[in-house]
């Protein structure tokens, strides 16, 4: 699928971001590199470990993230679960939100993995402003 | 309460009479203690006053009498019986000399006890025997006598011996006085005075008696003072003073008799005698005396007492009065509380009822979902509407957060710069929805806009112009008509100031009189069937008060029910100081067609400031009459700002008409509608853009300018404009390498070259490092690991450097005045929201750096 339909997929604004980063290639490199992020991985350990204050921080950067990308529906749950994590104490809606964090994120590993491989990788070539090959 | 009140009356009272009580008690005790001691005082008075006197009388009895006797005894020395023998010439000389030294009589006493007279009538002594005896003694005596006729003569006796008649020797010679003699020398008897006195025997026989003295025997006397009554009382009495005479005491006494009064007895022995001084004192005169100024006493004690009572009673009537305002108070302010409270529960009652509703959307809508999982349709319906019920549920919370922070005093308004083409713009576009839903006709007007660049808070004005607005569409019919307008005159705050009016008006059902008075207040909402089912929190109008007023503005309402309402506010907002751009466009030939002639005037004016002289006119077909005749003189608009919602034929139509009269121009739809929909319809008809009302000089300005290029070659300045910064380095402090990428790529097209720090304590080191003026600026985000945003600005600030002054931004997703408000106080210099937004970043940078 192109960048428009992955953003559909994962309930993402993509007029804004590409409107805000001022093209798609721009767009389409930060989406790759959001499975790199560390991020969600330290806000699902330090639940584990229940070190409310670390998953506070977690959720606050992948909140931010999001906002970035325009991530609309993770941004969501995550600032919500960033709001519970806020006093920095377990609370019994948190599991919930964590639950729905962490589909909104597999939503999106999904479908930015289901971007298509050629549209990846012309990201190079393609000129600022240009809006890229899909 | 009353009850309360009633104790207090009670222990007022009590305490009253109380104090009365003890004030009539104390002030009778002194009087009478007093009057007891006066008495008292006044009778030991007496007895010293009493005994110096006798002691006094005595004195001068003794001194009188043994003068007498000096004289018989010198009349005894210097005429002897042995110098001459004439019997007669010794008497004549005796004679003589006793008659010299005023003697009325003179004898010689023989020891057998009779007188040879030598001088003066015969005499004879009343107590014949211890005179005799004292003689025999050859002692010196005083005794009284009688002569022949009765007259009471006091005698002294001398021890002398001389030739009596008789042949014998005699033992004494014996010379006599009257008895007034004595009691005139020792003034007993003076008128007038306030003691007299006697002289009487052991047996209580007078000798010397007072002239008011009747009888001949003291005692008696006594005696009779009683009357016969208590003779027992006058018997002691008198035993006392027999006793006292006896042991030759002095004796003193009080006697309280019915017929006397009270007398003061005082009772002393008198020398060269067998007499005793008696002296009495009367106590009337004094015993009056004493009792008028007891009786003044009285009176006085009695006034002061009266006096302390009668201020007593002030005091107590002005702390009764005193007592009763407080309670009055606090009744009154009981009241009140009880009000305030009752708001609060119908405020909660209505708030449960208004969070109930959809909340119960929510918990149905899920239900349904739930139940019909496999069914998409029917599902996104239910999350549509549970999306919709949250956002209202979200708008309740938030209007009851703000009245929390109203009312806890903590809502702080942040100033920062807002282009009101910007405020109006996305307000438009945020009440269309609601307009289009209840098919509403939406005017804006805006005209004399002085300045579009002002300091304020966007958020909260946003928030104040949703809330009237949005209170407008509730309370309107559908069809009904909402007018938004704009203004602006010189603020009477000075240069510095701009006023701006703001109106809102709509033909709703209106507000009564009495509702107007109250619709401000919080938790107030009209309380009829009309309105029962329109949800609020009745928050809203008191918040949009609040936040006028905390801006220094006023709001005004006019209502009438069924005519509509109109709500004016006034705020005099301080004018940012952005260089303003030189809004400047070519000479265009231009034609401006809306239905309104205010706004038609107003985009003229605006036109006119950015160089452009345009013609107007208010509706579809005159205005295709004016482009024909432009087009006949060879002198074709260029471009044409058209309304869409036009009389008559409508704008696209118009663009069509005019399309089909000349192809060689630019027709912009101007609205405050949403476009989406026509935007197709439009296209076909030969529009070629739309600019969004309001109509502020810049939206014209930024609306008009593309068509610079294709009408005449106006060189762009824009393109290189985002390279303002060329070569500025930024230190950039991010934890998230995701987010410094984006914020890198997005700063890097104004031409800075950034640097990045992980967190705080990264960039309190980079910072070190760098030369002094190496870096231009920072950007800081707040929440890091290791060092926070706030502590890291804080190390910086206390740096010894010269550009520890360096412009530090902070980026934040929350937005929340107070965290604003941390950043400012811990000595940020500017705040942007995340995600950055390139337009804000550079116009800070720009602020801070140029």
């Known amino acids: 699928m192109d960048l428009k339909e992955c953003y559909a997929a994962l309930g993402g604004d993509y007029e804004g971001v590409v409107a805000r980063l001022g093209g798609e290639w721009l767009v389409q490199r930060f989406v790759r590199k959001f499975l790199a992020d560390g991020s969600y991985d330290l806000l699902c350990q330090s639940l584990e470990e229940e070190n409310y204050k670390d998953a506070f921080r977690a959720a606050h950067t992948l909140k931010g993230i999001c906002q970035s990308l325009h991530f609309t529906q993770l941004y969501e749950s995550s600032s919500s679960l960033c709001d519970m994590l806020r006093t920095g104490a377990w609370r019994p809606e948190i599991d919930g939100m964590v639950a729905q964090v962490e589909a909104d994120h597999k939503k999106i590993v999904k479908a930015v993995q289901g971007l298509d491989p050629e549209v990846l990788g012309v990201t190079g070539g393609a000129s600022r402003g240009e809006e890229g090959g899909a | 309460m009353k009850e309360s009140r009633n104790g207090v009356m009670r222990f007022l009272m009590l305490s009253l009479v109380l104090i009365l009580v003890l004030c009539v008690f104390i002030f009778s005790f002194l009087a009478l203690f007093m009057n007891r001691k006066s008495e008292q005082t006044i009778s030991d008075i007496g007895t010293v006053y009493m005994s110096s006197m006798s002691e006094q009388i005595s004195l001068h009895f003794q001194t009188t009498i043994g003068l007498r006797l000096a004289q018989m005894e010198a009349l005894i020395e210097t005429i002897s019986s042995q110098e001459s023998g004439d019997e007669d010439a010794l008497f004549d000389a005796l004679t003589y000399n006793a008659e010299a030294r005023g003697f009325e009589y003179l004898a010689l006493y023989s020891y057998d006890g009779d007188f040879q007279m030598i001088d003066g009538r015969q005499v004879e002594v009343t107590d014949p025997q211890p005179f005799l005896s004292s003689m025999r003694d050859r002692e010196e005596k005083v005794a009284v006598g009688s002569d022949e006729e009765g007259n009471k003569i006091v005698l002294l006796g001398v021890p002398a011996a001389y030739e009596m008649q008789s042949g014998e020797t005699s033992i004494a010679l014996v010379g006599g006085l009257p008895v007034s003699y004595i009691s005139d020398t020792l003034c007993l008897d003076e008128e007038g005075a306030m003691v007299y006195s006697h002289i009487i025997r052991k047996d209580g026989s007078f000798v010397i008696r007072s002239v008011d003295e009747v009888g001949s025997n003291y005692f008696e006397q006594i005696r009779s003072h009683w009357d016969g009554k208590d003779v027992g009382e006058a018997e002691g009495y008198i035993r006392e003073l027999e006793a006292s005479m006896r042991d030759g005491r002095e004796y003193s006494v009080v006697l309280e008799t019915e017929e006397k009064g009270r007398q003061h007895l005082f009772c002393s022995s008198l020398p060269y005698t067998e007499w005793y001084l008696v002296s009495v004192m009367p106590y009337g005169m004094l015993d009056q005396e004493v009792s008028a100024l007891g009786r003044q006493w009285s009176l006085v004690t009695l006034g002061c007492c009266g006096v302390i009572l009668l201020v007593l009673l002030l005091v107590f009537g002005k702390y009764y009065d005193l007592t009763r305002k407080q309670v009055h108070a606090l009744d009154a302010a009981r009241h009140e509380a009880i009000q305030a409270s009752k708001a609060k529960s119908e405020f909660f009652s209505n708030m449960s009822h208004d969070i109930r509703t959809p909340m119960n959307a929510i918990v149905g809508m899920t239900a349904i979902a739930t139940a019909n999982i496999d069914n998409i349709e029917q599902v996104k319906n239910c999350l549509r509407k549970i999306s919709l019920s949250s956002k209202h549920l979200l708008g309740l919370i938030n209007d009851v957060l703000d009245m929390s922070k109203i009312e806890s005093g903590k809502m702080i308004l942040n100033k920062d710069m807002i282009s009101l083409s910007e405020v109006m713009d996305s307000m438009v576009s945020i009440v269309q929805p609601q307009i289009k839903a209840k098919k509403q006709n939406f005017n804006v007007l805006i005209h004399d806009i002085i300045r579009e660049d002002v300091c304020c808070d966007s958020v909260r004005l946003n928030q104040v112009m949703l809330n009237l607005l949005s209170n407008a569409i509730k309370f309107t019919n559908d069809g009904g008509t909402i007018d938004l307008s704009m203004y602006q005159e010189p603020s009477p705050k000075g240069d ?29 909402r009209e309380d009829d069937k009309r309105v029962q089912r329109i949800e609020g929190t009745g928050l809203g109008m008191a918040i949009t008060k609040y936040i006028v007023n905390a801006m220094g503005g006023t709001i005004e309402v006019q209502s009438e029910l069924g005519k509509g309402t109109r709500f004016h506010i006034v705020v005099d907002l301080e004018i940012a100081e952005v260089r303003e751009v030189d809004m400047v466009l070519p000479q265009w030939k231009m034609l401006v067609v809306d239905d309104d002639e205010m706004m038609c005037k107003a985009t003229l004016e605006s036109l006119k400031d ?13 205005a295709v009459e004016m482009v024909k005749k432009r087009h006949s003189l060879h002198d074709d608009y260029q471009i044409i700002l058209l309304d869409w919602k036009l009389p008559g034929i409508d704008g696209i139509e118009t663009a069509k008409r005019i399309r089909g009269e000349i192809s060689d121009v630019s027709i912009l ?9 026509i935007e197709k319809e439009a296209r076909e008809a030969g529009v070629s853009g739309f600019i969004p009302k309001p109509l502020f000089k810049s939206t014209l300005f930024y609306g008009l300018k593309p068509f610079a290029d294709t009408m005449e070659d106006v060189k762009e300045i824009p393109e290189e404009e985002p390279l303002q910064f060329e070569g500025r380095k930024v230190l950039l402090a991010e934890d998230n390498e995701l987010n410094w990428e984006v914020a890198e790529e997005l700063l890097s097209d104004l031409g800075l070259e950034l640097d990045w720090a992980e967190n705080g304590q990264i960039c309190v080191d980079r910072f070190k490092q760098s030369p002094v003026g190496f870096y231009d600026a920072i950007l800081m985000d707040l929440r890091m690991p290791v060092m926070t945003g706030l502590e890291a600005t804080e190390v910086i600030r206390g740096l010894d450097r010269e550009d520890a002054d360096i412009p530090i931004i902070a ?27 390139i337009q804000e970043i550079a116009r800070h940078l720009e602020h801070f750096i140029h």
């Open chain 2, 496 to 524: 510095a100031f701009v006023r701006m009016h703001l109106q809102v008006e709509d033909d709703g059902i209106g507000m009564a009189p009495e509702f107007l008075d109250k619709v401000f207040e919080s938790f107030t």
């Open chain 2, 610 to 622: 950015i160089g452009i002289d345009a013609d107007w006119t208010m509706d579809g077909e005159s």
């Open chain 2, 669 to 677: 739809l101007i609205s405050a509608y949403d476009w989406s929909e």
């Open chain 2, 811 to 837: 980026m934040t997703a929350d937005a929340f005045s107070e965290d604003i408000q941390r950043c400012l106080d811990c000595g940020m210099d500017a705040h942007v929201a995340k995600p950055i937004d």
